[in-house]
């Protein structure tokens, strides 16, 4: 008999992305929940002194963040072990990494409902965009939005001049940003992912990083630029019209999927 639900997600206070990805935050839910971070529950199956955090026979909705990496990966083995020790639904984590991608995952018995950011064919998982699209400031748009802006992952600048912003600010201060200009050059994927919500023309700056698969399995495809091609690519690239409302209108229907689920399993 389950008497709670855990939630956890990537919560790395320096990255609004990863901060504002689980739908714990959007969604109003009927049962008991406990909320634990991704990285806590590394830590403790790394025998870190947080054995708290070690879930065994839980029901644990993870969700979102770049989680599906490769084989080996701190990240990949740390989603490995709560769904071979709990009973998980996957809400919009998403694959991330520039190697082959470790995506058996999926096919455990213990994972009851899948919902993958990635689009991509042949996995057993359905299309579900993250769910930071319900966020209410993605409803304000800018009356006069002008010029280009820059979006940088703090970890990654852009090699362009320009008025620019860094993923560590709040949500509230990126998207607000977002709105006020035109087009958008980010190193974020949530930067790619929040300009594309806006509806503005966007493109990926790599710099020297690989380019990951957490790119290029965006259902709206991304150009990919540099600070020499940038100009030329703006001029060609297309906007992502209807994003916002598909991606509510998925989260929506995987959250009355998700209640389901647990309710049954609550009885």
């Not at 590394?42 to 979102?64: M, R, S, T, Y």
């Not at 470790?102 to 455990?108: C, E, K, V």
């Amino acid at each position: 008999m389950y008497e709670r639900v855990v939630f956890t997600n990537i919560n790395f206070q320096g990255n609004a992305g990863d901060h504002n990805c689980s739908p714990f935050q959007y969604y109003k839910f009927p049962f008991p929940i406990r909320l634990a971070h991704f990285p806590l529950i590394e830590q403790a199956i790394k025998g870190e002194g947080w054995e708290h955090f070690l879930f065994k026979n839980e029901i644990i909705v993870i969700g979102g963040g770049g989680l599906i990496t490769h084989k080996g990966n701190h990240l990949q083995e740390t989603l490995r072990y709560l769904v071979e020790n709990n009973k998980v639904i996957l809400w919009g984590i998403g694959s991330n990494t520039p190697l082959e991608i470790d995506w058996d995952i999926l096919n455990h018995e213990n994972v009851l409902l899948a919902g993958i950011r990635d689009k991509i064919h042949g996995i057993k998982a359905e299309y579900l965009p993250c769910v930071s699209a319900k966020h209410s400031l993605f409803d304000k748009t800018h009356s006069e939005p002008q010029g280009l802006g820059l979006l940088e992952h703090h970890d990654h600048p852009i090699d362009i001049k320009g008025d620019r912003i860094s993923n560590s600010e709040t949500i509230e201060n990126i998207v607000n940003f977002i709105s006020s200009k035109e087009s958008i050059i980010t190193s974020s994927y949530h930067g790619v992912y929040w300009a594309q919500l806006l509806n503005k023309k966007v493109l990926y700056y790599p710099g020297p990083n690989k380019l990951n698969s957490k790119f290029l399995n965006l259902k709206h495809g991304i150009n990919v630029c540099d600070k020499e091609n940038y100009k030329k690519l703006l001029e060609t690239s297309s906007h992502s019209v209807g994003l916002l409302k598909e991606s509510r209108y998925l989260n929506d229907e995987f959250y009355t999927k998700v209640v389901n689920i647990v309710q049954n399993l609550m009885k």
